[in-house]
């Protein structure tokens, strides 16, 4: 499991990054071109032609996020988790605590990290009615705490388990060799809980109570 997702997440990267910095690239450099192309007072093709290649910048950024966060290892996770929060600002309100103490993890972690909170958020706004969704952060000395929960109408484990968006959280977690907890209920939200472990040992499952 562990390798698979290792080898999914080099391969997404390999393409993702060409995309960002080969194709985004060149884009941006036609884009300058034309913006100092002599167009003889042609401005209506020229305008349309500025179009299409912002369009073409854009969905090469948005490719490229999608199959993985290339900047994230650069701005650092907080940052890009707080940039995404940005984005969605129109969409949901998102409120996140990152407590004193928070040290950097490593890159395959904050990567698998930022992909869950990616994916509940995107149920949430999906197919629940939350307004405000909250994300806690905090270092123990042995483990991570994650704490994601939404004020929607919560839902029923047993019936949405199957989901693609619930397996792909809880595969991203047993690849951090983590523990979880679901605490959801009707009409009240839902909440994960993760103990993401510091070393190689699973963190104690009691803690999640």
């Known amino acids: 499991m562990l390798e698979n997702i290792k080898a999914q997440e080099e391969e997404r990267k390999r393409i993702a990054v060409m995309i960002h910095d080969d194709i985004g690239n060149r884009l941006n450099i036609l884009?300058?071109?034309?913006?100092?192309?002599?167009?003889?007072?042609?401005?209506?093709?020229?305008?349309?032609?500025?179009?299409?290649m912002s369009s073409l910048i854009?969905?090469?950024?948005?490719?490229?996020?999608s199959l993985y966060p290339v900047n994230l290892?650069?701005?650092g996770f907080v940052l890009y988790v707080e940039e995404m929060i940005a984005n969605?600002?129109?969409?949901?309100?998102?409120?996140?605590?990152?407590m004193p103490g928070h040290e950097k993890k490593d890159i395959f972690i904050e990567v698998q990290l930022y992909r869950i909170i990616q994916e509940f958020t995107t149920n949430v706004i999906k197919h629940s009615t939350a307004t405000d969704l909250w994300i806690y952060i905090k270092d123990y000395p042995r483990h991570m705490a994650v704490i994601i929960s939404?004020?929607?109408?919560?839902?029923?484990?047993d019936l949405v388990k199957k989901g693609m968006g619930i397996k792909n959280i809880e595969s991203r977690i047993k690849s951090m060799n983590a523990v979880h907890k679901w605490k959801n209920t009707l009409n009240k939200g839902s909440r994960l809980i993760i103990l993401i472990?510091?070393?190689?040992?699973l963190p104690n499952q009691n803690s999640l109570n």
């Open 150 to 157: 939404d004020n929607g109408q919560g839902f029923d484990y």
């Open 88 to 98: 969605l600002s129109h969409k949901i309100n998102i409120s996140m605590r990152v």
């Open 31 to 52: 884009s300058l071109w034309l913006n100092n192309l002599d167009t003889k007072g042609d401005e209506v093709i020229k305008k349309k032609i500025y179009s299409q």
């Open 197 to 201: 472990p510091n070393n190689h040992e």
């Open 73 to 75: 290892e650069s701005v």
């Open 58 to 65: 854009d969905a090469a950024r948005s490719i490229s996020h």
